[in-house]
C-alpha cells in the first residue's frame, strides 16, 4: 500500500509469499485505544515482511467482534462479509502469482472466518496457507517474562500492554491501568456461554495491566517475530 505498483512487480518477481494481518476495533480497557488489535498487528507483520523480503497487506481493521459490542467504541463485522473480504482481497494477489499466504491475526474472532479462507485458498487456488493466533502464539513463547501466569494473556492485560507500551506508548493511557485480575473462578468454564464482555468486566480488563513494561514488550515481540521468521524458513517452503 505504501509502494509504488512497480516496486510490488519487483517484489513478486523474488517470492511468492504475501502477509495478510487482521485485526479487530474493540473494548481494550480504559488504558488502550480500541484499536488495539490492529495496531499491534500491523506492526508484528511489518516486521516479518521486512525480514522477509515480502509484501504486507492492509490490515483488516475490523473483525468479528459481537461479544464485546457492550462496550461503546467498539465495531463489528459479520462472518460473511469478513471472509469475503479477505477471500477477495486474497484472490487479487493470487492473482499475480502468490502462492503462499501467511495469516497473522490478532483477533480470537476471526480465528474460523481466517481458516475458511486458507482452506478455499489451498482447495480453488493451489495455494499454501497458515495462520498465526498472535495473542495465544506469543503467551506461550514468554512465560518466563511474565508475572501475572495465566492472566498475563487476559485481554488488555500484562502481554498486550507491554507490547503497546514498546510500540506505541503514546497511545497508552498509564495512569488508568489498573490490577483487574478476576477473584472468583468462572462457573463452568469449561463450557462455552455467550455471554457479553460485561460478564466478566467492568471495564473490558481481565489480569493485571498495572505490572506491564515497554521491555516485556520489546522481547515478547522479538521471540513472537523470530519464531515465524523460523516457520517460514523452515517450514512453510521460503
Request: proline residues 6%.
Amino acid at each position: 500500500m505504501e509502494q509504488p505498483w512497480v516496486d510490488f512487480d519487483a517484489i513478486r518477481e523474488t517470492t511468492d509469499l504475501v502477509i495478510i494481518p487482521t485485526g479487530a476495533v474493540e473494548v481494550y480497557g480504559t488504558h488502550l485505544p480500541v484499536g488495539t488489535d490492529t495496531i499491534v498487528v500491523t506492526h508484528i507483520a511489518r516486521q516479518v515482511g521486512e525480514r522477509l523480503g515480502a509484501p504486507v497487506l492492509p490490515a483488516l481493521p475490523v473483525g468479528f467482534s459481537r461479544s464485546l459490542g457492550d462496550f461503546p467504541g467498539t465495531l463489528s463485522i459479520s462472518t460473511p462479509t469478513l471472509m469475503a473480504y479477505l477471500r477477495e482481497t486474497a484472490e487479487s494477489v493470487a492473482g499475480w502469482g502468490f502462492k503462499r499466504f501467511l495469516f497473522i491475526n490478532s483477533h480470537r474472532g476471526n480465528i474460523g472466518p481466517v481458516g475458511e479462507v486458507a482452506m478455499a485458498l489451498q482447495d480453488e487456488h493451489g495455494a499454501r496457507c497458515a495462520q498465526v493466533f498472535w495473542w495465544d502464539y506469543v503467551a506461550a513463547l514468554v512465560k518466563d517474562v511474565v508475572e501475572t501466569g495465566p492472566h498475563a494473556n487476559g485481554h488488555a492485560s500484562e502481554i498486550g500492554t507491554s507490547i503497546m507500551l514498546h510500540i506505541a506508548p503514546e497511545l497508552v493511557v498509564r495512569d488508568r491501568m489498573r490490577d483487574e485480575t478476576p477473584t472468583n473462578a468462572v462457573p463452568y468454564a469449561d463450557i462455552i456461554q455467550y455471554k457479553g464482555m460485561k460478564a466478566r468486566s467492568d471495564t473490558g480488563v481481565v489480569g493485571n495491566p498495572a505490572v506491564a513494561t515497554a521491555e516485556k514488550g520489546a522481547e515478547i515481540v522479538r521471540r513472537g517475530v523470530d519464531r515465524i521468521i523460523a516457520f517460514v524458513r523452515e517450514e512453510f517452503g521460503g
